[in-house]
Every structure is written in structure tokens, then in C-alpha cells.
């Protein structure tokens, strides 16, 4: 039976990420940082798997790894980086401590958690690493600047290591959505007005689906990244090919 890992997987699009694939019949692991929430899947989901993990501490990341393989058979198909926090506000006026944890938890946590992951995927023939990127990381955005960046670090990473770990046959992929109805996109920066909130953690849960059942094609092109929603799509091709001052220019009316 194939098995999927989720980070951050208690809520938002993390658990909608694990009700579809444990709908396909998938074995599922969901490990968060809050025992409530957990608690909670566990009474809505007792067949899935469940624990704790902060995915700053790469001694956890292993523990949790650890106890996940070992309900599976030692077997693990996708591990899902899917945990991240925001903290909305010029750089200037947050504290200290939420860039930390912006850094910590959204860079920091995605790179731990595939250094932990990569002795069970290249032992999975087709194994799939899924980082949760975002339209952010398009072209940086005043008022989330550490979250941006953040996001720039996982796209970075995410095609570092689809060159990297291609010859042990793991398939690494972003995923690369606009706001989500998440709790992450309650907050007061503007280009959640200017853009609105759109996307639905369900059809975020169903790239993340498509992305680890690739066609042929995807394979061929060596696809690293899957927009979510048209939005993200139509910025993301217009950052390709208009000029960088154009390019500027849209983004300052959005986020400014």
C-alpha cells in the first residue's frame, strides 16, 4: 500500500492533502506541532497515522519519520513539507522572533524534513518529495517579506534537488498556490484584497495529487513546479516574459 507523510497535516491544506490520498486508499501519516489538533484527527480519522513534530528539530524530524516507517514496513512513497507559518507586517515593525520562526519553520523545516526523508524515498521506486512553495515567491512581496523568502528558499530547493536526487530515481516537486482559505490567510496583507481568496485547501490537496501521478509528459520535461488556481498560473508565465520594471509594477499594485 502506498504511504504519504504530512508535515503540518492537522489542518488547512495539509489535512486536506491527507482525506484525499487516504480516500484513494493510501496509508497516511499526519504530524503536527499542536497535540489538539491532533487529537481531533485522530477521533475524526483513528485509521490514520499520528504524532507529534516540530519540523525545527531534525531529531524529531527522524523520530516521527521513524514511526511512521515502522507502521508501513519501513515503506514511504511522498513526504509532503507541507507545515509553514506567516507573519504579516513590514520587516521593520515584527519582532525578531517571528522572522525566526518565518525562517525556522518555512526554510529551515522544508530542508530538514527532505534530509530526513531521503534514505526512505530512494529505496521507493518513484518516490516523491512535495514541498508546499507559493505564488510569493513570484516576485517578493512587501508586507510578508520573510514569508517571500521563505518561499524563494523552497522553490530554490525544490529544483536543487530534483537535479540532485534524480539518479535515485525521487521525484521532487513544488507545489505553488495563491491565498488559500486556510488560517494562514487570515491576515491583513493587501494582496489578499487586491487578489482575494480564491483557492480552496481541496484544490490545493488535488495538485498535490496530480503531482505524484505525473504523465508522461511531466516526466519528460522534468516538471518541477504545479500552479494552483489561474491566478498563480497567469503571474507566473507573465513574470517569465515581461520586463522586470512591468513585472515591478504589477506586483507594487498588488501588495502595496
Known amino acids: 500500500m502506498s504511504s504519504i507523510f504530512i508535515s503540518g497535516g492537522a489542518a ?41 513534530l516540530d519540523v525545527r528539530d531534525d531529531k524529531q524530524w527522524a523520530d516521527a519519520l521513524a514511526d511512521f516507517t515502522s507502521q508501513t514496513g519501513g515503506h514511504l512513497d511522498v513526504l509532503d513539507n507541507n507545515a509553514g507559518i506567516l507573519v504579516e507586517g513590514p520587516l521593520h515593525e515584527i519582532s525578531a522572533d517571528a522572522v525566526r520562526r518565518q525562517i525556522e519553520i518555512d526554510a529551515l523545516g522544508v530542508a530538514l524534513g ?42 530554490g530547493l525544490t529544483e536543487a534537488l530534483e537535479l540532485e536526487w534524480e539518479h535515485d530515481d525521487i521525484r521532487v516537486v513544488g507545489i505553488w498556490p495563491l491565498w488559500a482559505k486556510t488560517a494562514l490567510a487570515d491576515n491583513d496583507a493587501k494582496s489578499t484584497k487586491t487578489l482575494g481568496v480564491r483557492i480552496t485547501p481541496e484544490q490545493v490537496a488535488e495538485k498535490v495529487w496530480e503531482s505524484v501521478h505525473p504523465t508522461r509528459q511531466d516526466k519528460l520535461l522534468h ?20 520586463p522586470n520594471f512591468l513585472n515591478r509594477a504589477v506586483n507594487k499594485y498588488i501588495a502595496q
Do not use: C
Not at 516538471?223 to 515581461?242: D, E, H, P, W
Open 223 to 242: 516538471r518541477t513546479s504545479y500552479s494552483v488556481g489561474a491566478q498563480t498560473l497567469f503571474l507566473g508565465n507573465a513574470a517569465k516574459f515581461i
Open 12 to 52: 488547512g491544506i495539509g489535512l486536506a492533502t491527507a482525506e484525499r490520498f487516504s480516500r484513494e486508499g493510501w496509508t497516511v501519516g499526519v504530524y503536527d506541532v499542536s497535540a489538539d489538533a491532533l487529537s481531533k484527527v485522530k477521533a475524526n480519522h483513528p485509521e490514520w497515522i499520528v504524532g507529534e
Open 114 to 155: 527532505a534530509q530526513a526523508a531521503y534514505p526512505y524515498l530512494k529505496v521507493t521506486p518513484g518516490a516523491h518529495l512535495v514541498n508546499i512553495a507559493s505564488a510569493s515567491a513570484i516576485y517578493g512581496q512587501p508586507g510578508i517579506a520573510t514569508y517571500s523568502a521563505t518561499k524563494f528558499f523552497v522553490g
